[in-house]
């Protein structure tokens, strides 16, 4: 039986991904060595890094003055690289969740961190809207799209200090207008990679400012200046990474992407609010993340909560079980999910709701 993949990361990806990264573990560019085995300085391996540098800075559609770079150690490494890089006395942050609540703790490390906004007395179920962004920031700091509430900051916002990025869970989602932020990050292992693989876009002349001595692994500068490879990268992650955005590009990048991500979305709600078994986790429509698609019971039939997940996984759904925090559902309908998957999850859906 075809499985449907909704996991929440590490997650689906596409077909060519798998396919191309299998080849390249089998004769790596015509070398007759696996990209398991060769060196990360080899010409062959080289050209992977470069092209997916210039590739990710592309689809970004980043301006001059812009550079991505690829580390290890996720995303959680960078919530504490961000204030030694940025934070001279005092960063605000966007409370959306646990990702965001993370980054706090690590900030304050270093400094004074101001709560700018939070959605916590909704257990996060909501973007924060309308507050004021202190002008006396070295930066601000959000999270996009909340993986584990479902929820999606959908739009670049205005911010009067350098803005910086978690977008962990939907790079390469949607259009976004790469000015309006001083960096994006996030760990590659939703939307574009296997786990082990970090990508930092920063704009280069924010950096340097800070008084603190940084480690060289800390500094952004030196993975800069070393295009990555100031230390042994994690080349067949990379690898994989290169082989998505090649099938980003195909398929017309990010502007299709987000279209068909709408459509996939549209689905999905659509069916959650009609099913009598079923609501939303996410009420506010404009709020509602189109990767992590959370839902819960309908309290009056509580009691099928366990039979549903057991129905649907008999069906070829996998990774639907919602997090702890929140419970229910959680169907993550990445770039790489195909439209009938989320078909077959809605036919799941309406004949549970037949039976019962
Ligand atoms: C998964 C996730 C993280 C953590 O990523 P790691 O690479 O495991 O450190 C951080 N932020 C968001 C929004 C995530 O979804």
Redesign the pocket.
């Known amino acids: 039986m075809k499985k449907h993949n909704f996991s929440a990361?590490p997650s689906i990806l596409p077909e060519f991904t798998i396919e191309e990264t299998i080849k390249a573990i089998q004769n790596f560019a015509g070398t007759g060595l696996s990209i398991l085995e060769v060196s990360h300085r080899s010409k062959e391996f080289e050209a992977v890094i470069e092209e997916a540098s210039s590739l990710f800075l592309e689809l970004l559609g980043a301006p001059a003055g812009y550079k991505v770079v690829f580390v290890g150690g996720?995303?959680?490494?960078q919530f504490a690289y961000i204030p030694q890089n940025f934070m001279k006395t005092k960063a605000g942050y966007v409370n959306t969740g646990v990702?965001a609540s993370k980054a706090i703790k690590e900030a304050k490390l270093f400094g004074e961190v101001v709560d700018v906004a939070s959605s916590k007395d909704k257990n996060f179920n909501y973007i924060p809207r309308g507050y004021t962004i202190p002008t006396d920031l070295d930066y601000l700091h959000i999270?996009t799209?909340?993986?584990i509430y479902g929820t999606e900051l959908k739009t670049d916002i205005d911010c009067p200090v350098p803005l910086v990025a978690?977008m962990?869970?939907d790079i390469f989602s949607r259009p976004i207008d790469v000015s309006k932020y001083a960096m994006i990050y996030?760990?590659a292992?939703?939307n574009l990679a296997p786990a082990g693989v970090?990508f930092v876009v920063v704009k280069e002349d924010l950096l340097g400012k800070v008084d603190r001595v940084l480690p060289s692994m800390v500094d952004y500068r030196t993975h800069i200046e070393n295009g990555s490879m100031f230390n042994t990268p994690p080349c067949v992650i990379i690898y994989s990474a290169l082989m998505t955005m090649k099938w980003l590009k195909n398929m017309g990048g990010v502007e299709v992407m987000q279209r068909k991500n709408i459509e996939k979305a549209g689905i999905l709600y659509n069916e959650i609010e009609r099913n009598k078994l079923f609501v939303p986790n996410v009420s506010l429509e404009e709020d509602r993340s189109l990767m992590n698609i959370t839902f819960v019971m309908n309290p009056d039939y509580m009691e099928l909560e366990k039979y549903f997940l057991t129905f649907a996984t008999n069906r070829g759904m996998d990774g639907l079980k919602g997090h702890r925090s929140v419970g229910g559902f959680r169907a993550s309908t990445y770039n790489a999910l195909p439209r009938e998957s989320v078909e077959a999850l809605v036919a799941v859906m309406q004949e549970f709701e037949r039976s019962h």
């Not at 996720?74 to 490494?77: K, L, M, W």
């Open positions: 990361g996720g995303a959680s490494t990702w999270t799209n909340n993986t978690d962990s869970s996030g760990g292992q939703k970090t």
